[in-house]
């Protein structure tokens, strides 16, 4: 079963960053889709980023580009998320998850995706 572990949420003020990590294991693949997704109260979860782990794709939604940037590093089997310039409006959980391929003709969706980890807490205060 396919696991995944996200961590490095917390409490930070609007203009800070923070560093969220997502490790990937038992995927039998060498190649394969990671994404970032959110989730505020009351609202829709939403993409953030997405990365080819193994590969060099990344893709990010267009209110986060220039402010958040996803990485691998492949030896610890972790994607990342490099978040700067947050912003109260950043306040959500936020949400890794894998899938077997980038569907790059199309937006980061939710519904792409089949293995979720838990979630990490990021709130930012202004």
């Known amino acids: 079963q396919v696991q995944l572990v996200e961590s490095g949420g917390g409490s930070v003020q609007a203009g800070g960053s923070l560093r969220l990590s997502c490790v990937v294991s038992r995927y039998t693949y060498s190649r394969y889709c990671v994404g970032w997704f959110r989730q505020a109260p009351g609202q829709e979860r939403e993409g953030v980023a997405r990365?080819?782990?193994?590969?060099?794709?990344?893709d990010y939604a267009d209110s986060m580009r220039g402010r958040f940037t996803v990485s691998q590093d492949i030896a610890k089997n972790t994607v990342y998320l490099q978040m700067n310039s947050l912003k109260p409006e950043d306040t959500a959980m936020y949400y890794c998850a894998a899938a077997r391929y980038c569907d790059v003709l199309a937006g980061i969706r939710v519904t792409d995706f089949d293995y979720w980890g838990q979630g990490t807490q990021v709130t930012v205060s202004s």
């Open positions: 990365i080819i782990f193994g590969g060099s794709y990344t």
